[in-house]
């Protein structure tokens, strides 16, 4: 079953043609793109500012990443978003090779065309976020370990260390990898022997080096990191929501694709008829959407929770539809299908008028009218209040800080968040929160039903004319103006 993917050079080619085309499209409707950055892309932008080994909400791999292209390409939106689309197609070239060495050129040529034209992976191409990094490091991870079943050596085992220490530090569902990788060192023969030895303790090792940095940057900051991510799971509610978990599932279907998703569960539960190594790729989709799925259960799940399943899964769905030709024709037909809807998406969403026309408008919304924002922010903070300049400007809302301080409004006036209890909540609460001043603030609100507690934390609130930007499509961005004065900050814990 193993060949080597340099033997089949018409699969080769073709692959790099399509990679190299379709990171060029991506490239161009990101340059021509007018959204502007989304609160957490800003917020990663923000980090990038301040390197470090860690913030409040993630690892630092992505701000890394867009210190080092923003150091090159300067601070525009697109230079932010450039990393995606590369490492995107970076990591469906380690799929071609893998499959290729695990099972051979056809499979491993369809295992990237899913993974490239998943819809999935045309949206985050356009954005910049933690998944990005995750994803390549997850591929560069399983490319190592199907190498090491095949012949252990000492670089392929350094590449799986370095793969799953670099994926911490991108986002910590690089840990879903670790059991599998684990039970296949118990009862997969080939992987035992690759990995059960001094090579197996120096991947680990070597991960494990990587991490703790990011460790010890959790104990010198209360754990903010791990506390953020158990507080996502958000397991205080109904003990049971069959409505999240069916909305999370029918979410798969616009990530992976209406057709290749249902084909992948089928072929999940046709594991039996999986070669041994398919088998244990297999694992690396099972356990994710599993353990996301139970979390949608007892809780809620965002659609990208479960983004890791997608690494194996286009090999999986490949290999079980190699054998199958009407199937395959179905996800031809499908691929093509939806990657005609998200080119014509994309290039919708580079003229304003036309992504209204198509009903973009709600989707896009958190994206637009950001320097229109941060004007009328700074004319109303130019006019002060009754004779008295404000200090600052603090929000109660994280995204709206960042997006309001990457365009610029904290070059007008100090920048600061409001916190709704003493412990923070976000990386902006915990880096800048609004603290006692002499002078009035300009507070801006977003979130309704907190009157009572802006009241309480204030001396004096006077309600000001609010925000009202229009965003196109009928849709608007209105927020709360006040003029605050004498401000506490709270000292007893209150309800999220």
């Known amino acids: 079953m193993s060949a080597s993917p340099l033997k089949n050079t018409s699969y080769r080619q073709w692959l790099l043609l399509l990679i190299v085309g379709t990171l060029a499209l991506r490239w161009a409707l990101m340059v021509a793109s007018p959204l502007n950055l989304h609160g957490d892309e800003a917020q990663y932008w923000a980090w990038s500012r301040n390197l470090d080994w860690g913030y409040f909400s993630k690892p630092p791999l992505i701000a890394w990443i867009i210190a080092l292209f923003t150091s090159v390409f300067g601070q525009a939106e697109w ?16 799929i071609f090779v893998t499959a290729c060495k695990a099972f051979d050129a056809r499979t491993g040529f369809w295992a990237a065309c899913f993974y490239l034209f998943m819809p999935g992976v045309w949206l985050s191409s356009t954005l910049i976020s933690t998944d990005v990094p995750l994803l390549l490091c997850w591929a560069l991870a399983l490319n190592a370990w199907v190498y090491l079943r095949d012949a252990p050596s000492w670089s392929r085992a350094l590449q799986l260390g370095l793969a799953v220490g670099f994926g911490l530090l991108a986002k910590y569902a690089m840990l879903f990898f670790v059991p599998v990788l684990g039970l296949a060192v118990l009862f997969d023969g080939k992987t035992r022997q690759a990995l059960l030895g001094f090579k197996g303790f120096a991947a680990g090792a070597l991960a494990a ?3 703790l940095p990011n460790i010890i940057w959790n104990l010198n900051h209360d754990f903010a990191t791990l506390a953020h991510t158990a507080e996502n ?8 929501n069959p409505l999240e978990l069916l909305t999370f599932w029918v979410s798969q279907l616009g990530v ?3 057709i290749a998703f249902p084909v992948l569960i089928i072929a999940l539960f046709k594991w039996k008829q999986l070669p041994v190594l398919g088998r244990w790729i297999a694992g690396l989709a099972v356990l994710p959407l599993i353990v996301i799925s139970l979390e949608a ?5 965002n659609a990208n929770w479960a983004a890791t399943a997608y690494i194996a899964s286009p090999i999986i769905v490949a290999l079980y539809a190699a054998s199958r030709p009407r199937l395959m024709t179905g996800l031809k037909i499908g691929l093509a299908g939806q990657s005609a809807v998200m080119i014509i998406a994309g290039i919708a969403l580079t003229v304003p008028v036309w992504a209204n026309a198509i009903g973009l408008a709600n989707s896009v919304k958190r994206s637009r009218a950001w320097p229109e924002t941060v004007r009328v922010i700074e004319k109303i903070y130019a006019q002060g209040h009754e004779g ?3 200090s600052g400007v603090a929000t109660d809302n994280r995204l709206i800080f960042y997006d309001t301080l990457y365009y610029g409004l904290n070059e007008t006036a100090p920048l600061s968040i409001w916190k709704l209890s003493p412990a923070p909540g976000n990386h902006a609460e915990m880096t800048h929160p609004l603290t006692r001043t002499e002078r009035p603030v300009l507070l801006i609100t977003y979130y309704k039903g907190r009157d009572d507690l802006y009241y309480e934390d204030f001396e ?11 965003l196109g499509g009928g849709k608007r961005r209105q927020l709360n103006v006040w003029a605050g004065y004498g401000y506490t900050p709270p000292s007893t814990v209150r309800s999220r």
């Open 209 to 211: 080096a990587l991490f």
């Open 233 to 240: 799971a958000n397991l205080s509610g109904p003990l049971l």
């Open 297 to 301: 259960l007892l809780s809620r799940a």
């Open 79 to 94: 230079a932010i978003r450039l990393p995606s689309a590369l490492l995107h197609s970076l990591t469906c070239w380690i």
């Open 388 to 390: 008295n300049e404000f």
């Open 460 to 470: 004096r609130l006077v309600p000001l004319e609010p925000i009202d930007i229009d």
């Open 256 to 258: 992976f694709g209406p």
